[in-house]
């Protein structure tokens, strides 16, 4: 072959580089994660994942529960509410303050304990109500920033925890001005009006018991664990805040290898169990959506375990917006119990009124769901580019659209008055 090239023979062979010089093509790179996924038996992987899943419920229970002891402490929470005459203000507390405890099944307690102690006027709490709806998806986002550093797995995630965000801010969007023109017009909002006829329909009386949470049973071991490795501090506020830490890094590290977990000879395995039988159609993915969130009484843990399912490719996105839907109906059932247990009459009303919300934004969203689906698809690609977009896109949505509608609020209050 030399010889038939000529005198640029040598030329030519310089410009060949060799073989393994050349880098792989980027396709065909792996994703590595700790420790070896490939050559186990299938239930070594269902082993690993069902210890990491216990450990990734338990951690949101001992963030939820940190956070909620600094509250109840500091009372910041009641106070939040006691602002909340104005529409937007009340709005935007439930926001806040359901970011930051990550349970609106709680949140959405307390406005109707406040409501059924008289603390808080119904219009007031019906506002607060639809803030707590939105702020309940900051959960699934934080634990979807688990895979922020590999592009794809994390896209897929963010994507699906996006979707719960659309659904509620759409449906806040629709109701929101609704209930306030009309409350504007006639002295009385239509979904406040809708409530209070579906409250006094009810003619329930005794006492209401909370049902046993298996959630709750399970995780106390490793909650009781915390409570006592933090019985050194002596602020209360202080063991809170160590606690909710702890929770977080928790949270984070059995996140990673409840993934990593979950790939492999696994994967092949669940993929096939969640699409043939809990996600085989959308009716049944929005009944498994209802009773597992009913069950456990938090959307934030029901939501937030789709997360993995959906990063790991085992559920498609149009499979899990029903099931998104579903969750946020079987949370209205806490404040259905905190109402009944009261038997207080606008207790009552504003638990009808969450019903009211969720089930509106279910009838309105599934068959209009390309709207929110194409809007959870565009913030993925958007926070899968770059990691400073998707902490713009957490922190803009729960804290800076929340904070500036309270002080401009504020502000063109007291200009008007």
Not at 20 to 40: K, Y
Not at 130 to 138: E, F, K, L, V, W
Not at 152 to 160: E, K, L, P, V, W
Request: aromatic share 10%; proline share 5%; with cysteine.
């Amino acid at each position: 072959w030399a010889l038939d090239a000529g005198p640029n023979a040598d030329s030519a062979m310089s410009d060949v580089k060799p073989a393994a010089s050349v880098p792989p093509e980027p396709s065909r790179i792996a994703l590595t994660r700790p420790g070896p996924t490939v050559g186990r038996p299938a239930w070594v992987h269902g082993i690993r994942a069902a210890v990491f899943l216990y450990l990734f419920v338990s951690s949101i229970k001992v963030m939820s529960g940190g956070l909620k002891a600094v509250g109840d402490d500091t009372n910041w929470l009641k106070d939040i509410f006691s602002l909340g005459h104005n529409p937007i203000i009340a709005l935007m507390a439930g926001v806040i303050v359901t970011a930051v405890v990550q349970s609106s099944s709680f949140t959405t307690a307390l406005i109707i304990t406040l409501c059924g102690t008289e603390q808080m006027e119904v219009e007031t709490a019906i506002y607060a109500v639809m803030g707590a709806n939105i702020g309940t998806s900051i959960t699934s986002i934080i634990v979807s920033l688990g895979n922020i550093k590999f592009r794809r797995q994390f896209r897929r995630g963010f994507t699906a925890a996006m979707a719960h965000t659309a659904i509620n801010w759409l449906t806040v969007a629709v109701l929101f001005p609704i209930e306030w023109i009309s409350y504007a017009v006639t002295d009385k909002g239509l979904i406040l009006r809708f409530s209070e006829w579906a409250s006094r329909s009810i003619s329930l009386s005794g006492d209401i018991e909370k049902p046993f949470n298996p959630i709750t049973w399970a995780t106390h071991p490793v909650i009781w664990t915390f409570d006592v490795l933090t019985s050194w501090l002596s602020n209360p506020v202080t063991q809170g805040v160590v606690i909710a830490i702890m929770g977080l890094v928790l949270l984070f590290f059995s996140l990673y290898y409840l993934v990593a977990s979950l790939k492999g000879a696994l994967l092949s395995r669940l993929e096939g169990l969640f699409r043939s039988f809990f996600f085989r159609n959308d009716a049944i993915a929005f009944v498994v959506g209802v009773i597992s969130t009913v069950l456990v009484q938090s959307s934030s843990v029901t939501t937030s375990l789709i997360v993995p399912l959906a990063s790991a490719g085992a559920v498609r996105l149009r499979r899990i917006f029903p099931f998104l839907l579903g969750c946020n109906i079987g949370t209205t059932v806490t404040g259905v119990i905190a109402a009944l247990a009261s038997m207080h009459p606008d207790a009552i009303t504003v638990a009808a009124a969450h019903i009211t919300f969720n089930v509106f934004g279910t009838l309105v969203w599934y068959p209009l769901r390309a709207m929110p689906i194409s809007l959870a698809r565009t913030y993925g690609r958007l926070a899968s580019k770059s990691k400073r977009n998707a902490i713009a896109i957490l922190v803009v949505l729960f804290l800076v659209i929340p904070s500036v509608g309270i002080v401009v609020t504020e502000i063109v209050s007291a200009i008007i008055k």
